[in-house]
């Protein structure tokens, strides 16, 4: 039944399910990261530093802000979708939005990967 769904016979399903797992993702993320400052409370930057030093706390970190970008980029894109009837001006909106998501995306990841 879930495969069915997934097929081209219904198109937008993946996407509405991508939008809706990284979601969830995003928010167990968010649960642990309140928990986690609750328990350790960092208040300088060496404790924020030690905060985000383990592998496994950089790798779920990386992996939330994956999901935030696909998330973000399916949103923007059904708003523009939405709202942007000129294909060429849509086009080149959508093209400047995945350009910031990389970047910013490639930011993180130099970031989580330099922190040693």
Request: hydrophobic share 60%.
């Amino acid at each position: 039944m879930l495969i069915e769904l997934l097929t081209d016979r219904y198109p937008g399903m993946r996407q509405w399910l991508t939008q809706r797992l990284s979601a969830v993702v995003m928010a167990l993320y968010t649960v642990l990261f309140v928990l986690l400052i609750a328990l350790y409370q960092p208040t300088n930057y060496a404790e924020w530093h030690d905060f985000f030093s383990p592998w496994w706390w950089r790798l779920a970190t990386l992996l939330s802000w994956v999901c935030l970008m696909m998330h973000a980029w399916l949103g923007v894109r059904d708003v523009l979708k939405d709202y942007i009837f000129n294909v060429t001006v849509r086009s080149y909106l959508q093209l400047l939005v995945e350009l910031v998501l990389i970047i910013d995306l490639t930011w993180m990841a130099f970031i989580l990967v330099e922190m040693k």
